[in-house]
């Protein structure tokens, strides 16, 4: 913990130097840099306390014997509350306030008395009813008062007091300020806990880059509330129960691949931690709470986990066995310098070219999501570069009359420059020739189809430095993101002039539970850039864009619609070029719940 090795720093794209020693405070804590606490009551079997219990690791405990017998092992100590509940109450029957500041007291003597040291690091397990939405009832926010209270007593005191957090917190509205308030007295710890057999089943590049996504977005909302990052930190998982919803092992056999997702997480929440400069990491999980959870491979994941942070602090690799896949690096964000994402087969997207794309569509994600669809045809489609420069100069001399200063001038008015626009020709010419080559193949897919199969399938070998990836996360998949065709030919609409729309689809409207489920053909233009769905109140309309993007798959589920009355829905179909089809027959549906 208290450095991180040079190998490490490989495994993690070499984004990171090795860090030197770290400056601990009087308790033996790192006082820089993310800070590694790790859990270690007494329910933590005595093999598994011989792993955490050495030079390098914090361990986190409540009495003063344990933690005592684990400083004469060389560990520094915190200190862990159990039962938050005890001291602040619950959301419906919040303790009384004016005894908040008493415990808050006694509860910072336990803490110096067990960690035998002035300012200690102390663990609040657990903040209930993270997720309960604003305006609060008079209860929880009095609870929410009642533990801000509590933090601001131990930060009074020089204690450096961390709320767990589980659950999918609400940090909207005015939920926000609190949180702002309590990051002010302390930290705020998300428990990211993980099924380790789904995590397992998606392999190396897909599991490590599910757990870091899911890190990202509950720290990510955080950061965008207010809070500082380097007041946010995670809890790992490591359980080994099977209760549903808990996260940990969950049963994963073989042994080998259990050590691998130990691994796979350390490491995940290691490249978060330096990517947002988080403040602490801490574990959990190491205890044996009754039979269902005794587990003969906690010591080896414990050293496993150790090692995977900081090779220097455990073998891990001798713990898991000959059979334990023991490369620091599959899965984890290595690049070049300069690349910002790296498709499977030395397929590059470099930095700059992100950069200076997005100057002209004005979205990184835009002009990433354009560079990955070229990157992907690149060989499926190839059109040589004198098709492009002839594409060129058909559209100099249709729109400017043969002047190339006309036209040069005219793309910087759009703030783009020449090789924007030949990236943008060649990326139409490739569409063109998409039903040729699906002819020569024997194929009567559409060809937006194809296309749009083919960006699904890619996604799941992409890397990219901070998961800065190519479209969006699509709903209950963990392998697959949807990735738009960006109708950027309407910024430059010289180049083809191209105003013929679309063919308007085909639609389907069912009715499941409290949604209205929309489905329509594909489109058969290759041309094509995705769909709008449009609904309104009354027959024929006016209508209601539902999407503020265009949609890429030939489906909608509108989860707003009013229950108990009809809704009425026209679909329409856009192109590269910005034209939009009319629109499709109205369907309507009427959700009942």
């Known amino acids: 913990?208290?450095?991180?090795?040079?190998?490490?720093?490989?495994?993690?794209?070499?984004?990171?130097?090795?860090?030197?020693?770290?400056?601990?405070?009087?308790?033996?804590?790192?006082?820089?840099?993310?800070?590694?606490?790790?859990?270690?009551?007494?329910?933590?079997?005595?093999?598994?306390?011989?792993?955490?219990?050495?030079?390098?690791?914090?361990?986190?405990?409540?009495?003063?014997?344990?933690?005592?017998?684990?400083?004469?092992?060389?560990?520094?100590?915190?200190?862990?509350?159990?039962s938050l509940s005890k001291l602040a109450g619950q959301p419906s029957a919040p303790a009384d306030p004016a005894s908040i500041a008493q415990a808050a007291d006694a509860l910072y003597a336990k803490a110096v008395a067990s960690t035998a040291c002035a300012t200690p690091w102390v663990a609040l397990n657990e903040l209930a009813g993270s997720g309960l939405a604003t305006p609060w009832s008079t209860t929880n926010a009095q609870y929410r008062a009642n533990v801000l209270a509590l933090m601001q007593g131990l930060a009074a005191h020089g204690a450096h007091p961390v709320l767990w957090i589980p659950g999918n917190p609400n940090v909207a509205g005015d939920a926000a300020t609190w949180w702002q308030q309590v990051a002010q007295?302390?930290?705020?710890?998300?428990?990211?806990?993980?099924?380790?057999?789904?995590?397992?089943?998606?392999?190396?590049?897909?599991?490590?880059?599910?757990?870091?996504?899911?890190?990202?977005?509950?720290?990510?909302?955080?950061?965008?509330?207010?809070?500082?990052?380097?007041?946010?930190?995670?809890?790992?998982?490591?359980?080994?129960?099977?209760?549903?919803?808990?996260?940990?092992?969950?049963?994963?056999?073989?042994?080998?691949?259990?050590?691998?997702?130990?691994?796979?997480?350390?490491?995940?929440?290691?490249?978060?931690?330096?990517?947002?400069?988080?403040?602490?990491?801490?574990?959990?999980?190491w205890g044996t709470f009754g039979a269902s959870s005794a587990d003969p491979d906690k010591p080896a994941a414990a050293c496993v986990y150790l090692w995977a942070r900081n090779q220097s602090l455990c073998n891990g690799p001798a713990a898991g066995g000959p059979s334990f896949n023991a490369s620091l690096t599959e899965g984890q964000i290595v690049l070049p310098p300069g690349?910002?994402?790296?498709?499977?087969?030395?397929?590059?997207?470099?930095?700059?070219?992100?950069?200076?794309?997005?100057?002209?569509?004005?979205?990184?994600?835009?002009?990433?999501?354009?560079?990955?669809?070229?990157?992907?045809?690149?060989?499926?489609?190839?059109?040589?570069?004198?098709?492009?420069?002839?594409?060129?100069?058909?559209?100099?001399?249709?729109?400017?009359?043969?002047d190339r200063n006309a036209y040069v001038a005219a793309l910087a008015q759009a703030h783009a420059t020449v090789a924007i626009a030949r990236g943008l020709i060649l990326d139409e010419l490739r569409r063109r020739a998409i039903p040729t080559v699906l002819a020569a193949q024997g194929k009567s897919e559409p060809p937006y189809q194809w296309e749009q199969a083919w960006l699904l399938h890619e996604t799941t070998a992409m890397i990219c430095a901070r998961d800065e990836l190519p479209g969006t996360a699509i709903p209950g998949n963990d392998a697959n993101r949807n990735v738009s065709v960006v109708p950027l030919l309407q910024r430059l609409p010289f180049l083809f002039d191209d105003t013929t729309p679309p063919a308007p689809p085909v639609v389907v409207a069912t009715v499941v539970g409290k949604t209205v489920q929309l489905q329509w053909s594909w489109p058969l233009e290759p041309d094509a850039a995705g769909f709008a769905v449009y609904r309104s109140p009354t027959p024929g309309g006016p209508y209601t864009k539902l999407d503020g993007s265009p949609l890429v798959p030939p489906q909608f589920v509108d989860t707003s619609a009013p229950l108990g009355v009809p809704s009425y829905y026209v679909v329409t179909v856009l192109d590269t070029s910005g034209n939009e089809s009319a629109q499709s027959t109205e369907v309507s549906a009427t959700p009942t719940g």
């Open 339 to 402: 690349v910002l994402c790296n498709l499977v087969g030395s397929r590059r997207i470099k930095a700059a070219d992100v950069a200076s794309l997005a100057a002209f569509t004005g979205s990184r994600s835009t002009a990433l999501d354009t560079l990955f669809a070229r990157l992907v045809f690149r060989n499926l489609l190839p059109i040589g570069n004198a098709q492009v420069l002839a594409a060129e100069q058909q559209a100099i001399d249709r729109e400017f009359g043969g």
């Open 185 to 285: 007295a302390g930290g705020i710890a998300y428990e990211s806990y993980y099924d380790a057999r789904r995590i397992s089943a998606l392999g190396s590049l897909l599991g490590n880059r599910r757990v870091r996504l899911g890190m990202r977005l509950v720290l990510g909302s955080f950061v965008a509330a207010g809070v500082p990052p380097s007041r946010l930190g995670l809890v790992l998982g490591f359980l080994s129960g099977q209760i549903p919803g808990a996260g940990g092992r969950q049963g994963l056999q073989p042994r080998d691949a259990w050590l691998r997702v130990v691994k796979w997480e350390t490491l995940a929440a290691e490249r978060v931690a330096l990517d947002m400069q988080l403040g602490s990491i801490w574990s959990w999980g």
């Open 1 to 82: 913990m208290l450095a991180v090795a040079v190998a490490g720093a490989i495994a993690l794209g070499g984004a990171y130097a090795a860090h030197g020693a770290a400056t601990a405070d009087a308790c033996g804590v790192p006082s820089t840099g993310t800070v590694w606490i790790d859990y270690g009551e007494g329910t933590v079997k005595p093999d598994t306390r011989a792993v955490l219990a050495r030079p390098g690791v914090v361990i986190a405990a409540s009495g003063t014997a344990l933690p005592a017998a684990y400083r004469r092992r060389g560990a520094a100590s915190a200190y862990f509350v159990s």
